[in-house]
């Protein structure tokens, strides 16, 4: 069956037809606004965009791929201005913070980065919303701020799925704001004001700043054209940032801005939402901090299908740990008897892989299906080798396999996680990349210690020095060969 999504726009899955013969796929999704670090549930809706594009290019698309930064709006100007410094070295390290935490979730960079603040998009917004006003659709009001006339747009509401009429006050109308004709009516810019300082930039309508929404109308039309293949964000851009963005566009060009909108549902925490307040606001770097990879964390935002809410747990992190383990004990496996050159077994063809894995995903980005197809075919392969029943051939097939659909999974191991081998006999060895200096030298300590308690049969001990271990975070396991000491907070 060909490739389909759903489309929020229709509420309906679709057939995915970028137009024949046409296989570059323009795709826009939504950035972060660079006032403080992406936390764990912006980072979901990155990694749905990277698993969308990667397995488009598995289905042999071409994708370009827009992400916009969003480098000035009130939030980046606030912070700008508590931290008294100017905004664009305010906004810098939150953009470099924004690429290393997508380096370690191995996220795909995509083709361009726009920022809002470039001179060439804030022409372009400037540009757009001339036309917008010539043909009625907006309008400058007393306050000197551009309004976008929703009720003149008689497909406003469209993509949220609401009725304008239902629209009204909340109360908390900005008191710059009172001048618009509608309650729904957006900025598209905004008059300068004592509070932004020196951010400003001129106008047709005085000095002043673009709205939010016109930015990603601007970004996205210059770099990729009048018309999108698919545009992506979470679900709490849909209303208002993408209706208006759909506003805008097709006020401007009087054609169909988007053919796909995909939108990744949000991440809870132990159930609940993502508060700072709560004490449940996690970034990339507080979850690596807790011992996890960010393989661990790609596996644990990645494993949810992306219109399902993702319950982010310590639980979970430990399950995407185990899964992991499992994924890399079989690859070792595979590849022993794929280096075997003479051994002779017979292996049935129930054991070779197939499309099921891909074909998952061709379904709206099936990934719970695709990962069950793969654990399946690692407990068959696995039970395959136990009875010596796989062949070299038979592994290396299963070996190219895993390298096809680790093109979308990006799950290879590569990224040791801190942990010791103890010996029995207390000696410690490294695995990995780990340096002895990574580990305190008094868990080195405790750990001799309780391995000798055990040689020496002194279990009473040898609990307490592991609960000693425990409490500093780390966790000592008993295996064949001795014992291993892995970093790993309670959380
Ligand atoms: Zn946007």
Avoid at 131 to 160: C, H, M, W
Avoid at 189 to 194: I, V
Avoid at 231 to 255: L, M, R, W, Y
């Amino acid at each position: 069956m060909a490739l389909r999504f759903f489309n929020t726009y229709s509420r309906e899955v679709e057939e995915f037809d970028p137009g024949d013969p046409v296989r570059l796929v323009k795709m826009y999704a939504c950035g972060p606004t660079v006032y403080s670090r992406a936390h764990i549930g912006n980072f979901r809706a990155y990694i749905f965009e990277d698993l969308l594009q990667r397995h488009l290019e598995v289905r042999g698309y071409k994708v370009h791929r827009v992400t916009n930064i969003t480098d000035v709006d009130d939030k980046t100007i606030r912070g700008a201005r508590e931290a008294g410094v100017p905004l664009r070295k305010f906004t810098e390290q939150f953009k470099q913070a924004f690429f290393e935490d997508a380096d370690t979730l191995r996220i795909k960079r995509a083709n361009e980065y726009p920022a809002a603040t470039d001179q060439r998009y804030i022409d372009r917004m400037i540009e757009m919303i001339s036309t917008l006003i010539s043909k009625g659709l907006a309008y400058q009001a007393e306050d000197k701020s551009v309004y976008y006339r929703i009720n003149k747009f008689p497909n406003y509401g469209k993509l949220a799925h609401f009725d304008l009429s239902q629209l009204q006050a909340t109360g908390r109308v900005k008191h710059d704001e009172y001048d618009k004709e509608h309650i729904g009516d957006f900025a598209l810019w905004k008059a300068w004001d004592e509070e932004d300082a020196d951010v400003k930039w001129d106008s047709p309508w005085g000095p002043g700043r673009p709205g939010w929404h016109i930015e990603c109308s601007a970004m996205s039309t210059a770099l990729l054209g009048d018309q999108l293949d698919i545009h992506c964000g979470g679900v709490d851009n849909i209303f208002p940032h993408h209706e208006a963005e759909i506003a805008q566009s097709e006020g401007v060009t009087e054609k169909k801005f988007v053919h796909y909108w995909l939108h990744c549902a949000h991440l809870l925490v132990d159930g609940q939402k993502m508060a700072k307040s709560l004490g449940n606001f996690y970034t990339v770097p507080d979850v690596v901090a807790k011992g996890y990879t960010g393989r661990e964390l790609r596996y644990a935002l990645l494993r949810v299908h992306y219109r399902v809410p993702l319950n982010f747990t310590w639980d979970g992190m430990n399950e995407a740990r185990e899964s992991l383990e499992r994924i890399d004990e079989w690859l070792a496996r595979l590849r022993e008897i794929a280096d075997e050159e003479n051994v002779q077994r017979s292996t049935s063809n129930a054991q070779r892989p197939t499309q099921n894995f891909e074909e998952a995903l061709d379904d709206d980005l099936n990934i719970s299906a695709a990962l069950g197809f793969l654990f399946e075919s690692i407990s068959e392969t696995n039970r395959a080798m136990d009875e010596d029943k796989l062949d070299a051939k038979a592994a290396a097939a299963w070996l190219n396999w895993w390298e096809r659909i680790n093109h979308v999974l990006r799950l290879e191991p590569g990224e040791p996680r801190p942990r010791v081998l103890v010996a029995q006999t207390g000696e410690l060895r490294l695995s990995g990349t780990l340096v002895a200096e990574k580990i305190p030298a008094e868990v080195t300590r405790l750990a001799k210690e309780r391995a000798q308690a055990r040689l020496a049969k002194d279990f009473k001990k040898s609990d307490e020095l592991r609960n000693e271990l425990s409490a500093r975070g780390w966790e000592m396991r008993d295996t064949k060969d001795g014992y291993t000491i892995t970093r790993r907070d309670a959380g």
